[in-house]
């Protein structure tokens, strides 16, 4: 089993700097990890987390459940993400949770996370920088939605994806593991399914990469970048991706 405290300390220096004493704080946390199996939600609209949770292996995505059963999906969250840091701080959660293919999660304790923000104050910074960077992928999401092609649409949501995974060593720089059905991706983008495809056929037609079976495939990154207009400067990371 993966170490669920070193991937978190992993994640939060991608944008905070912290002390030997912080790093010592945050693996004096108690935790539990559980399994999730694809599309099983760990957090409901309307819960009252006591937990915050952090992906230690595989992809989850935090969605809006509409009235006729249907989701929206918000952002999608991988190894190191902690997709709910902001239930911390609110009362009710207003949107859910689930996995995305098979995902391992932890859950910490709010309590002792609230405790350990007293005693060490750049911890509880860098979790509100967190919230911080999920706002700006947001923002992003909104301006991708409704403000470009389908195709530079799509785009723009894949090159997001496999840069935070490649600055997370997730990837080679060559393939990603989405495991996202073409109904998700239509419904994180706002698309019928017949536009996901007719987006999925140009951008394989451009030569920059191909999405099958789960696996994104970037052949030439570059191109891809500039297709989609991709500026990774949102996602705050002070490591930035080779690629």
Request: aromatic residues 8%; hydrophobic residues 40%; glycine residues 6%.
């Amino acid at each position: 089993m993966k170490n669920a405290h070193q991937i978190l300390i992993r994640s939060l220096k991608e944008h905070s700097v912290l002390a030997e004493e912080d790093l010592s704080g945050i693996c004096s946390l108690t935790h539990t990890v559980r399994e999730f199996q694809p599309n099983e939600d760990f957090i409901r609209q309307g819960d009252h987390p006591e937990l915050s949770a952090l992906v230690v292996s595989g992809m989850v995505a935090r969605y809006h459940l509409l009235d006729d059963g249907s989701r929206q999906y918000l952002s999608f969250h991988i190894a190191g993400d902690l997709p709910d840091a902001q239930g911390l701080f609110i009362d009710e959660m207003d949107h859910a949770l689930c996995a995305i293919g098979r995902a391992e999660v932890a859950f910490f304790p709010h309590r002792e996370m609230l405790r350990l923000f007293k005693r060490r104050p750049a911890i509880g910074f860098s979790i509100w920088r967190e919230t911080l960077v999920d706002a700006a992928i947001f923002r992003e999401a909104i301006t991708n939605n409704s403000a470009r092609t389908k195709p530079g649409r799509m785009a723009h949501f894949f090159c997001e994806l496999f840069y935070r995974a490649r600055v997370a060593g997730l990837n080679d720089g060559a393939k990603c593991i989405l495991p996202i059905s073409l109904t998700q991706l239509g419904e994180t983008l706002g698309m019928a399914i017949a536009s996901v495809n007719r987006s999925l056929q140009e951008l394989r037609a451009s030569g920059t990469m191909d999405f099958r079976d789960g696996e994104l495939v970037v052949t030439k990154w570059r191109e891809l970048k500039q297709l989609a207009g991709f500026n990774p400067q949102y996602l705050h990371m002070k490591k930035q991706s080779l690629i």
